[in-house]
């Protein structure tokens, strides 16, 4: 009993994955300027250089709950 219902849970989780990556390619993401692209990489860059804990706190903070499936979607929309 529990190998299926892992079997389910594994399926369910499959779909939900689908689903989420295809509501993902239909939503329009707004071209951002070069310009703006590089003032964000700068101000990203300035901070990961800085080595007080104000820094390390941002950044950690970002990256929590970013997974490299997450990422990986996310580039695909490219």
Known sequence: DVVQALARVRRSQDAATLALSVAMTRTAQPEME?????????????????????????????????????????LGLR
């Open 34 to 74: 070069q310009a703006e692209l590089a003032l964000l990489a700068a101000d990203f860059s300035g901070t990961a250089t800085s080595h007080d804990y104000q820094s390390l706190l941002a950044i950690t903070s970002a990256l929590v709950g970013v997974s490299r499936e997450r990422v990986q979607a996310l």
